[in-house]
């Protein structure tokens, strides 16, 4: 199996809850292990990267470097319309006499997909730039998508575009993200779930969202916080005899040490069997697209070090 970090713009959404961040994180920091020089974009959210990858400076505004080559940016719609107005208009001055304008700011409010349309516009300038020599100025970029729903209707804000628009610098600056977002040589899209019913179901839908109406080309599913088996069939029975009333309402407590063991080794052999069961429910509804299993890390904080480990997974995998 390939690097899950193939393309130039590498997208990561699934269900809310599934753990995207962690994993756009983790493939933050394992692109940047190879040297990459890497952007990291969250979409209009509280800023979780930073915090994930143990920085506890107050937000800032605009690109924030982490070090070690690795950058992170908030796409947010005021920001992002600024930009893209200063681009097409040239001069700060006309933008702050017609965008500033408290009229003019409600009215765009109002405007169907307009917020999506310039944080979309954004990052695809990102992936566009070019440094002083011609190079691009990222090797990777990686866009921590907004959940399922919000996600798929943010990237298809180009094919509603192409729909709607007439001719115009709108119109082609849309085509020219379709064209970025479709084309397989730049762009990929990983899904992220975890072994239970509404994540999976949700997934499988996606899926076919992303192939049939987004036509983003999919790259890897990322099953997250599988668990996996430790115990055989037999001796799972022997640790639910072992356990006996343990768990009874009426049980009294605290249990003892053998009682306590029994019962986590039980709950560990189910968690590893609803692990397996919607493991092979995905392989046989989505048989051509790869899973990754990343194992449930227990841990009483959530930081770097969780995503390192994460990162690490990612790169054994690979």
Not at 111 to 139: I, Q
Not at 153 to 161: E, I, N, Y
Request: aromatic share 6%.
């Amino acid at each position: 199996m390939g690097a899950p970090t193939k393309n130039q713009l590498v997208i990561v959404t699934g269900k809310g809850g599934v753990g995207r961040s962690s994993v756009s994180a983790a493939l933050a920091l394992e692109a940047t292990r190879r040297g990459e020089r890497v952007l990291l974009c969250e979409v209009n959210a509280q800023a979780r990267a930073p915090a994930l990858l143990g920085v506890d400076d107050e937000p800032r505004e605009g690109l924030w470097e982490l070090g070690g080559g690795l950058f992170t940016l908030n796409l947010r719609p005021r920001d992002s319309m600024r930009e893209y107005a200063l681009m097409k208009l040239r001069y700060e001055t006309i933008y702050d006499a017609v965008f500033e304008n408290r009229v003019v700011r409600a009215f765009l409010r109002l405007v169907p997909s307009l917020a999506e349309t310039v944080m979309l516009g954004k990052l695809w300038y990102e992936v566009e730039r070019r440094d002083d020599t011609g190079r691009p100025a990222w090797d990777r970029v990686i866009l921590d998508a907004p959940a399922t729903g919000h996600g798929v209707a943010f990237l298809r804000v180009p094919h509603v575009l192409l729909d709607t628009v007439p001719p115009g610098p709108m119109r082609e600056d849309a085509e020219r993200m379709r064209r970025t977002l479709c084309d397989p040589a730049r762009t990929t899209l990983h899904i992220v779930t975890l072994p239970e019913e509404m994540p999976v179901n949700e997934a499988i839908e996606l899926e076919g969202q992303v192939r049939d109406v987004l036509q983003i080309s999919l790259g890897q599913l990322f099953l997250n916080c599988e668990v996996p088996p430790r115990f055989a069939p037999d001796e799972a029975r022997r640790l639910e005899d072992a356990m006996g009333d343990a768990l009874s309402p009426d049980v009294a407590l605290p249990l003892t040490p053998a009682q306590t063991a029994a019962a986590a080794g039980h709950y560990q052999a189910q968690q590893a069997t609803l692990s397996a069961r919607y493991r092979r429910k995905l392989e046989v509804e989505l048989p051509e697209l790869p899973i990754t299993g990343l194992p449930r890390l227990y841990s009483a904080a959530w930081g770097r070090p969780e995503i390192e480990q994460l990162s690490a997974l990612l790169r054994s995998a690979g």
